[in-house]
């Protein structure tokens, strides 16, 4: 009887421990808004922000974040401890959508263990686009409709040192299903008029 | 048989315990850094009269609690400490910061180097090349309509 209430004592200060050391590295965040609070914060920027597109790439999402106070955007790499909590794992942050480009995107990737997430991000000025579709090197084709009209996003799940997940072309395309863009690494944006 | 599994259970509990603390939870308190021994700084200034007090103010900048720790200026170079706190895995000190001259002349931005834990950071700003004579100081950064921004004289120097 007194053997298992040091048990009971020892398990208690592990479990406590644990939470503590849980909260500290994930605040317990249950959205994403919270989990990306701490980088935010730490970069001077401010944190009211909403996640309009957030994309499940395998072990870990891509989620973009807009701030609608100062018109910007950040894009993070979240992983969900526990399937629960939400946490940052690095991103590009404060992009301010530029009024000289009707289009423009970027692309980039994070490597993690033998895995790489790759993502592209961009936006639209042009209020005629109405879906976007990505042409990856392996050939498949991806679309989406623009997060919130404007935020271009797409993140993939690939192995680490493949080239196959890099974009071959990204096109834009009108209601009615005409291209209207057509660019590549080369030619990443179509300026204003 | 019984007993045995207890002991064994206990030997777990225990490395738990001590591996816990030692590699999870201590690392979160004490900062760990050697490139940096700001109080040794502060006394090798003191006794150099290159020293200067902060204001005793707390400011707050991205839900962080600034203070200044201290000021080193030997009439070439200005070191700022600031100390910022605020419980979160994030940064708790400025990622830039400024500092206007009496001129009008604007120093930096410089980003920070120090220490940190879950609570508080302390970091150091340093400026070269800075004026000789300077009798006062504006330290500050504004980001995203948040600002902070300290008056430091520098008029007399605290000796050890």
Redesign the interface.
Known sequence: MK?AK??II??A??VV??I??LG??T?FALTPERGI???L??????VEVEAVSVIDAGGIHAVVFWDEK?QMYHHSFMKQVLGLFWEARGGGFGTKPQEEWQIKFGEGYSTQGSRAYHYVIGWINDHEVATVEVLWRDGTLEQMEPAMGRIIHFAREGEAGSSSWMVEELYAYDRNGNRLYTLDNMNYFAAAE | MKRSVSNLLRVIEWLLIVGGVVLLLAPMIIPYSDMYSFNRDFREAKSAGIYYEGPREKQTFFESKLTIKGVIYDGENLNVYVRGCRLGSGSKLPQQAVVHLPSGETLGPRSWGGTMNLFCGTGVYSYEDVPAGLSQITFGQESYDEAFSFEIPLGKEVAE
Do not use: D, F, Q, T
Not at chain 1, 41 to 46: Q, S
């Open positions: 053997r040091g048990h020892r398990w200060i592990i421990m644990g503590i050391v500290a590295m605040s609070r701490e980088s914060l730490g970069m001077n920027l401010p100062y």
